[in-house]
């Protein structure tokens, strides 16, 4: 009964006749997984997967998230997430850890090694630095 009184509604506001749809089963289907997809962490937080090291700090300039997959004692792969507003250089951050050995010290370098545009990068790198010194790995 409700959707009557929608459908008249609708018709009375936008001067078209509505008409109730109908969609095949094949339709439903993809429409279900399809909403299903959109629900998923994966599709609102991007890949998503078993991280072997997770580390977060907040900083003057923002939250830190790093989430590490190590392989073999190296970085196999690394997610950045962070409220800071330098996206180029959470962009980079990531991408310079691949590969490199799990270890406080090789990290540190790496960031140290990193090139910065802006000196709010300079400070970022100097805190990530810090940061990643005191991480016990």
Request: glycine fraction near 6%; aromatic fraction near 14%; charged fraction near 30%.
């Amino acid at each position: 009964e409700v959707q009557g009184y929608l459908l008249e509604a609708f018709s009375s506001v936008y001067g078209l006749k509505a008409e109730e749809w109908f969609h095949s089963p094949e339709a439903q289907a993809r429409i279900t997984s399809r909403r299903s997809f959109f629900a998923s962490d994966e599709w609102k937080y991007g890949k998503s997967g078993f991280f072997d090291y997770t580390c977060s700090q907040r900083f003057s300039w923002g939250d830190l998230t790093l989430e590490l997959k190590i392989a073999q004692g190296r970085i196999s792969d690394a997610q950045i997430y962070s409220d800071g507003m330098e996206l180029d250089f959470f962009e980079v951050f990531p991408k310079n850890l691949i590969g490199k050995d799990f270890s406080s010290l090789e990290m540190s370098k790496t960031v140290a090694q990193m090139q910065c545009n802006k000196e709010v990068q300079e400070e970022m790198q100097r805190d990530i630095i810090g940061f990643l010194k005191r991480q016990e790995v």
